[in-house]
């Protein structure tokens, strides 16, 4: 299945949100994931069911003022 | 010697020297800045995981447990992209606790101050504990606190500028219409005497990012923030004295020969 991942299509094999996290290696808890504008709440990670040309933004903090 | 308590939206904070974690040279030279700045609340922001580098979140570096995590909005020139960005960052973050920028034009980094309220109103009602980034207008400051912000954060000058207070009067009229009202200043804030003018002139915290990781020597100038933001605070509370034209002695006439 093909997503857009943070700009970039990606070819991936996860079916849910928490498959797709594991497969990218993000283990920190501290992101937030939005599918097609939505945020997905972390309780959902694992049966949030992605589907094909799903646009998926994956986000933690950097520096800022 | 203590200060009075700052409390926010319900959470206290202990430090009246908040502290941004951009632009430092490296990732060990703002942590030692924000020890050395005695501060307990430090800014980040929202972007985007960079996929190729893995995580690399800021908070790699930040101790939570020391530091409360304030996300801001930078970067947002619409209400829309505001309020995407405030609620990702309350789900990958810990709190409701948001700082609220609505940006109005790049030269400058103003706030958008009608896109600002539209979000704050909204936020606010969500449950975000709001903290807007906003001009030093009194009228503008209060229509932000009847929207529902918990504060208010009136700049000092352009974001980055280091040009200190430009309109030391504006934020004592914010202060003194609104007494009940938290004032944090935010952005501009250059060198320390900016950071004790503003506590001398009562705001409640200061929020510095330039002025510390620009500075040549980030961690000397973040003790030099925190003493003057310690001296700026005391000096209010201690309440100064009065300025006069004339000379008034100091020594006592009587006994003199």
Known sequence: ?65 | MEFRKLVIGGVEFKSRLWVGTGKYRSNEEMVRALEASGTDVVTVSVRRVDLKKGSGSILDYVDTKKYKILPNTAGCYTVEDALRYARLGREAGLSDLIKLEVIGDEKTLFPDVIGLLKATEILAKEGFIVLPYTNDDPIMAKRLMDAGAACVMPLGAPIGSGLGIRNPYNIKIILETMKDVTVVVDAGVGTASDAALAMELGCDAVLINTGIAGAEDAVKMASAMKHATIAGRLAFEAGRIRKKLYATASSPFEGMI
């Open chain 1, 1 to 65: 299945m093909r997503l857009q991942v943070n700009g970039d299509m990606l070819e991936t094999e996860a079916k849910t949100v928490a498959e797709l996290l594991s497969e990218l290696g993000i283990t920190s808890g501290m992101v937030a994931v939005e599918v097609d504008l939505n945020i997905v709440k972390k309780k959902d990670y694992a049966v949030y069911a992605l589907k094909e040309g799903d646009v998926i933004e994956i986000v933690n903090f950097v520096g800022g003022g």
